[in-house]
């Protein structure tokens, strides 16, 4: 009984008690544990804070005056009796739901471990106000996953609901904003507060609420993942991948249209730029459909690339195709550069060392109905420029329109522009010129990456591009890793100039170079 009294005591000198938490206090206590605990306060009035004591005295007594004492019985006793200044306190709660303590460790999804009912404030609207009500009570009524924010008014006539408000901005009528107040003015609605006993369950609860709930207390539950169809692909830290079939359920359940949940195993390292990855929730269905700028994709998620936050770089660089240009991609993955240029009317030759690459782009083609704009090509990328793209620069190049070479492999590109070092030395340079204009990435760490994905594709080149080329910043891949284009015209020296592979390329300062090196060796 005691130990009831000190429970309250230390409860309100910390300011705990709130409507989620005090019920479960609360509870706890009977009718005979209140008498009890009323008769010892009297022996602990000289200890105690004489305005605490009137408080708790009052609480009792009108606990006393009920019936059955439930936690929302006790609850209303504590906010009617309350002084004004502590009956906003046990409201100004941050968080709506506090989860049962016994999901913590939790490894085995059990939904119903989450339900909990908390009290929260309401009003008595008349039906005939009750839409505008509503309206006017926006930023003040519960707004949840699954929670009404009108309910029965079990107690009243049938002719009032109850519109529930959220606990953590109104504790008491003065909580209203101005307009608010002068809306239930209007409307003459008591701005009187009830209270309504509200179960929440799992299903009414965010996915962070679940994980913060049950992951270990203080460790980052960061549950962020890449969406790709109708897979969800997260890259779980250590400490979570314990949890990872729970975190893998809670991902699928609460975002519609999430049918798999997959955690990369491996960083992304493979020559096909694909990731390992585990299953951890859901179908085992790897093959996905997604959108991107208006055109569809299907692919194996498991067995090709696909990164939708390219999807802009897509765009930009397609942007710069016309109709009737040629459009040879290197390093096509599924085509997301290839089948929008062929859909603005571009020729395109497409080819990705990938066989499923090669695959789902020829998939990819059919499916969109460009596959008489797509010649595709399973070919390494060297001998892909040495082999279809040797064969028919020379005709296009007497040409007019626009001939691009996109090279989208950032870790390697730039050491494979050497491939176009003396292409066409045996042959007779065209007197108009057309020259491809070469669109080719790379990471970088250098603090001025700019310079330095430059100074890179000059050397494989074996011509300085500096003044020459523009620079464009893809994205931050990671806190110290850039994805950069080098945009450049592919010079006449290069392509029909003696094969210089072997030569020294470029005449630049002893320093730079030595940066060079080392840079790319960091890479
Ligand atoms: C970063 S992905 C880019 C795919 C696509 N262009 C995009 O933007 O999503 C690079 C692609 O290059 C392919 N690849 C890797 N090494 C290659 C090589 N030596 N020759 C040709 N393709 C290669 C991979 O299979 C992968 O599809």
Not at 126 to 139: A, E, F, H, R
Not at 390 to 407: D, F, I, N, W, Y
Request: neutral net charge.
């Amino acid at each position: 009984m005691l130990s009831h009294v000190l429970l309250i005591s230390v409860a309100f000198d910390t300011s705990e008690i709130t409507p989620c938490n005090h019920n479960a206090s609360l509870c706890s206590l009977d009718q005979s544990a209140l008498d009890g605990s009323r008769r010892l306060m009297t022996q602990f009035k000289h200890a105690c804070n004489r305005r605490m004591l009137r408080f708790l005295g009052r609480i009792f007594v009108s606990a006393q005056t009920q019936r059955s004492l439930n936690p929302a019985a006790v609850h209303r006793c504590f906010c009617s009796a309350a002084y004004p200044c502590l009956a906003v306190k046990p409201i100004m709660e941050p968080k709506l739901y506090r989860p049962p303590p016994e999901v913590r460790g939790m490894t085995a999804l059990d939904k119903d471990a989450f339900t909990q009912t908390i009290t929260v404030p309401a009003l008595r609207v008349p039906i005939g106000v009750l839409n505008k009500v509503v309206k006017s009570l926006k930023k003040s009524s519960i707004q949840r996953p699954g929670v009404p924010r009108v309910v029965q008014d079990k107690e009243q006539s049938s002719d009032f609901r109850l519109v529930l408000l959220d606990p953590r901005r109104v504790s008491a009528p003065s909580s209203f904003s101005e307009t608010e107040a002068e809306a239930l003015r209007s409307f003459s609605v008591s701005e009187e507060l009830h209270y309504y006993e509200l179960k929440l369950t799992y299903d009414n609860l965010k996915s962070e609420e679940v994980l913060e709930a049950v992951l270990p207390q203080g460790q980052d539950v960061t549950s962020a993942f890449s969406r790709v169809g109708h897979i969800a692909h997260m890259n779980l830290r250590d400490h979570q991948l314990q949890y990872k079939n729970l975190i893998g359920q809670v991902i699928m359940d609460k975002n519609p249209g999430v049918t798999c949940v997959v955690n990369k195993t491996n960083i992304i390292d493979s020559t096909y730029r694909n990731f390992k990855m585990e299953v951890l929730a859901g179908e085992e269905n790897m093959v996905a459909k997604v959108k991107e700028n208006g055109v569809t994709y299907e692919f194996d998620f498991s067995r090709v690339y696909w990164n939708p936050r390219l999807s802009t770089e897509h765009q930009r660089v397609v942007q710069l195709v016309k109709r009737g240009d040629t459009v040879f991609d290197v390093f096509a993955g599924v085509g997301p550069f290839a089948i929008p240029a062929a859909r603005l009317g571009a020729s395109i030759l497409a080819n990705d060392l990938n066989p499923e690459s090669y695959r789902w782009l020829q998939h990819n083609c059919k499916l969109n109905k460009v596959e008489s704009k797509v010649r595709a090509f399973n070919l390494d990328g060297r001998a892909f420029i040495r082999g279809p793209l040797k064969q028919e620069l020379p005709a296009l190049m007497r040409g007019t329109s626009a001939v691009h070479v996109v090279m989208n492999l950032p870790a390697l590109a730039l050491d494979f522009l050497d491939a176009f070092r003396g292409l066409l030395h045996h042959q007779e340079p065209p007197c108009d010129e057309n020259l491809p204009t070469v669109h080719c990435y790379g990471f970088s760490k250098d603090d001025d990456p700019d310079t330095d994905v430059v100074e890179r594709a000059s050397r494989s080149l074996g011509f300085p591009l500096k003044n020459r080329c523009s620079v464009h910043f893809v994205r931050n891949v990671a806190p110290n890793k850039d994805m950069m284009c080098v945009r450049f015209t592919l010079p006449k020296d290069v392509l029909f100039g003696s094969d210089a592979e072997e030569s020294e390329p470029i005449e630049e300062p002893a320093s730079k170079r030595q940066k060079c090196e080392e840079t790319t060796n960091a890479t």
